[in-house]
């Protein structure tokens, strides 16, 4: 049998994913022998194809858009990142289980740990409710903020949120919700978690919003949010050291060694 691990990432479309260079290059750092395949599916056949792969010896897979729901609701196991998420991008199979968890929220952790920014008391405010939000309020919450505030367009959407997950994070961390429009006052760091930039929408931050930190989780894009971050000089970044740290949790559960962030960010 081959000792050569059998790795994944599936989605629709899947020719943009940067995991697979990701995987070989923490591979090689740590010298592990691994194929690192990108899948392509149709909706009506993620479920069998996951269930292939795990039946023709595949190790781990990556899931990324539109199946991370589909995925959370196929696994037998699932962490608490991944209950709080309602979503999973990390699979594994063991004595004939398939085990899900999220790794979005900890490599966000992670990558702003990397940056030198401080999480622990932070006052963390959140820009979106979707499911990007969805997946990195327990991490931050665990990483010691004490207050997150969750601002969205359709108010609804944050306070339905803030219900869902109030329950899943302890009390040391205040969670609440705010219409996008009434956001105001002073944070430690701000997170753009809404999709405007990836839309080429233009996100309107009031003028006395004040905070110390910006960290956009798109990348490779024009962001309002971060242009106006750079202008009144604020310490900013894109998301690709979230990217990076995503792969790097989902590398460790499989391979059980943790690459160190810094050294791939290069690869942007
Ligand atoms: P994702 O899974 O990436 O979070 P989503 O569930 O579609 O995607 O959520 C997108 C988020 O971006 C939502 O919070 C959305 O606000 P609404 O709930 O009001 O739709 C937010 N968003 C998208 N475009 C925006 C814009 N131009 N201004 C403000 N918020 C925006």
Same mark, same amino acid.
């Given at each position: 049998?081959?000792?050569?691990? $059998? ?16 995987h ?12 690192? @395949? $990108? ?9 069998? #194809? ?17 199946f ?32 899900? @968890? ?13 940056l ?27 990483a ?19 219900? @869902? ?8 961390t ?16 701000? *997170? ?8 080429? @929408? ?14 956009? #989780? ?9 242009t ?5 000089? *604020?310490?900013y ?10 792969? *790097? ?20």
């Amino acid at each position: 049998m081959s000792h050569i691990k $059998k790795f994944a990432v599936i989605g629709n479309p899947i020719e943009q994913s940067r995991s697979p260079e990701l995987h070989q290059a923490f591979a090689k750092k740590e010298n592990i022998s691994l194929t690192y @395949d $990108k899948i392509y599916a149709e909706k009506s056949e993620f479920k069998s #194809m996951v269930y292939d792969f795990f039946t023709h010896h595949g190790v781990g897979m990556n899931v990324t858009v539109p199946f991370k729901e589909d995925a959370f609701a196929l696994c037998d196991v699932l962490s608490d990142r991944a209950q709080a998420a309602k979503a999973v991008n990390t699979l594994w199979s063991k004595d004939g289980l398939i085990y899900g @968890d999220n790794t979005d929220g900890q490599g966000l952790v992670d990558a702003i740990h990397a940056l030198g920014w401080p999480l622990a008391h932070a006052k963390i405010l959140i820009l979106g409710a979707g499911g990007a939000t969805r997946g990195v309020v327990l991490p931050l919450a665990q990483a010691g903020a004490t207050q997150i505030v969750i601002a969205n367009r359709t108010y609804a959407r944050a306070a339905q949120l803030v219900c @869902d997950l109030k329950a899943l994070i302890t009390p040391s961390t205040i969670l609440t919700a705010c219409p996008i429009d009434q956001i105001s006052g002073q944070y430690d760091l701000v *997170i753009n978690a809404t999709s405007a930039s990836l839309s080429g @929408d233009t996100l309107t931050l009031p003028k006395d919003l004040q905070f110390n930190y910006a960290y956009e #989780m798109a990348y490779g894009k024009a962001s309002s949010f971060l242009t106006h971050a750079q202008q009144r000089g *604020i310490a900013y970044s894109d998301g690709f050291g979230m990217l990076v740290g995503q792969a *790097i949790v989902s590398f460790e559960i499989w391979n059980g060694c943790k690459p160190k962030l810094t050294d791939f960010l290069d690869l942007k």
